[in-house]
């Protein structure tokens, strides 16, 4: 089932700005995972958060994880066109490995 | 990294057709395969999980019997849709998790148009 909530629905920014949207979820989890979807194609995994961690940096994408408010964040600094993409997060259930997806980010990287 | 595939990458079918779609793991076993469909600008939705050798497991809502899924070998699932209406037509995306990891890899998905 769906538990992840994502906001903004929509971003839309400079290029060479920060873009940062963040996710909430409802039940416990063993991790949070954010992927990357460019139109029409698949997921890129970009960052796993376990549940013991509390931030994580990939390049220019840094993740946040509160499990005390259930949410997370992703940022990622300096855009650049390439980003323009949807950004969904995905929380891994304490009892299986199904993911659970959130409505996703649509971000659009202004040149 | 871990790759993937999809085959095919989009199918145009009459109504009441059968279409059969492959997702391979092409260099890692995978013990588990999830299937998940995605409306145009949704999010994704799991559909099924399936092991090698065993039955998938649905998720609410999901008739097996109209989403076959048949997980013969540790790399390969393949996800049949049975007398395919046009409200069928989605993007499926399937995703192989490898042997004692908890990342899940994402085929490039297949585009379903039904007519």
């Known amino acids: 089932s769906q538990q992840g909530e994502e906001d903004p629905q929509a971003l839309s920014i400079q290029e060479g700005e920060n873009a940062t949207m963040n996710c909430s979820y409802k039940?416990?989890?063993?991790?949070l995972q954010w992927y990357r979807q460019n139109s029409g194609r698949g997921l890129v995994h970009l960052i796993l958060i376990r549940s013991n961690e509390r931030e994580k940096h990939s390049g220019r994408l840094r993740v946040t994880l509160d499990t005390s408010k259930k949410s997370s964040s992703l940022l990622i600094t300096a855009s650049r066109a390439a980003d323009t993409a949807s950004y969904f997060c995905a929380t891994e259930g304490s009892n299986d490995y199904k993911l659970s997806f959130g409505a996703g980010t649509t971000v659009t990287v202004r040149a | 990294g871990a790759v993937v595939s999809q085959h095919p990458s989009r199918v145009i079918c009459k109504s009441g057709t059968s279409v059969k779609i492959e997702c391979r793991s092409l260099d890692f076993q995978a013990t588990t395969m999830f299937w998940y469909r995605q409306f145009p600008k949704q999010s994704l939705m799991l559909m099924a999980t399936s092991n090698e050798g065993s039955k998938a497991t649905y998720e609410q809502g999901v008739e097996k019997d109209k989403f076959l899924i048949n997980h013969a070998s540790l790399t390969l699932s393949t996800l049949t849709v049975t007398s395919a209406h046009p409200e069928d037509s989605s993007f499926y995306i399937c995703?192989?998790?490898?042997?004692?990891?908890?990342?899940?890899?994402f085929g490039p998905g297949t585009r379903l148009t039904v007519l």
């Open positions: 995703s192989a998790g490898a042997v004692n990891t908890d990342t899940q890899y």
């Open positions: 039940t416990s989890i063993n991790n």
